[in-house]
Structures are given as C-alpha cells and as structure tokens.
C-alpha cells in the first residue's frame, strides 16, 4: 500500500484496495483489533469496520518502544 501506488491510482481505489487487504487479513490473523498506521492512513475513505482503527506514527513508535522496554530478554 505504497505512496507510488495512493499516487498512480488515486485515493478512491487506493482505499478500496486498503478495504480488500483489510478482508484479506481478518481470517488470516483473526485479530481483535486492526491498527494501521503511516502517513498515508489519513486518505481512507470510508468507515473501517469496528475492530479496525486508525493511529499516528508517534503512538506506533511509542507502542514499539513499550514492547520493547517491556518484553523479557
């Protein structure tokens, strides 16, 4: 889900293509929740389903960061 590509294609089918990968994902990993994040999150369109949310890259790092500070060595 490049920039290259939100660029090529345009936010519309980019979307729907982040929808499809959503789809894609969800019996895979059989999550609870969906985080994604990066730059280009904020040109979604449309609702995400319920277990899927949006974050900052400050809070992906902070999270990184608690993992890593927290894990056992």
Do not use: C
Request: charge should be negative; charged fraction near 20%; avoid cysteine.
């Amino acid at each position: 889900m490049s920039d290259a590509e939100l660029q090529e294609i345009g936010k519309k089918h980019w979307s729907r293509r982040v929808f499809e990968m959503i789809e894609q994902l969800a019996p895979i990993f059989n999550y609870d929740m969906l985080y994604l994040g990066g730059g280009n999150a904020e040109h979604i369109k449309g609702d995400l389903p319920a277990n899927v949310k949006l974050f900052s890259n400050v809070q992906g790092m902070a999270g990184g960061v608690r993992l890593w500070t927290t894990a056992p060595h």
